[in-house]
């Protein structure tokens, strides 16, 4: 089984960055993918970023450009830069964990463990 446990998120003024980081413990060098998904309230769970273990990487159209994602095999962590932030990024950031190589990346239920999430909010 795979524990994730993400952290760094906080509250930060349109405009800026924020770095959240996601630190997986048991099973993780087969989590061949990961990724994180953010939920903002009312909201159903939508995709952000994705990588596989080769470092490919994967990102929905609303963070191109602005979001990197990045991964640490060595410190079985994954990190979520994000930059230039609007409010419309609020919500709570969940990093997730396939342990299986896949062609979608960008659904939820491709993924087998969930960290428990942190809040990013983005005031205007």
């Known amino acids: 089984q795979v524990q994730l446990v993400e952290s760094g998120g906080g509250l930060v003024q349109a405009g800026g960055s924020l770095r959240v980081s996601c630190v997986a413990s048991?099973?993780?060098?087969?989590?061949?993918?990961m990724g994180w998904f953010r939920q903002a309230p009312g909201k159903e769970r939508e995709f952000v970023a994705a990588i596989r273990w080769s470092g490919d990487t994967y990102y929905a159209n609303s963070v191109k450009g602005r979001f990197t994602i990045s991964r640490d095999n060595a410190k079985n962590t994954v990190y979520l830069q994000m930059n230039r932030l609007n409010p419309e990024d609020t919500g709570i950031y969940y990093c997730a964990a396939r342990l299986r190589d896949t062609i979608v990346v960008v659904t939820s239920t491709s993924y087998d463990y969930w960290g428990q999430g942190t809040q990013v909010t983005v005031s205007s």
């Open positions: 048991g099973r993780t060098f087969s989590s061949y993918v």
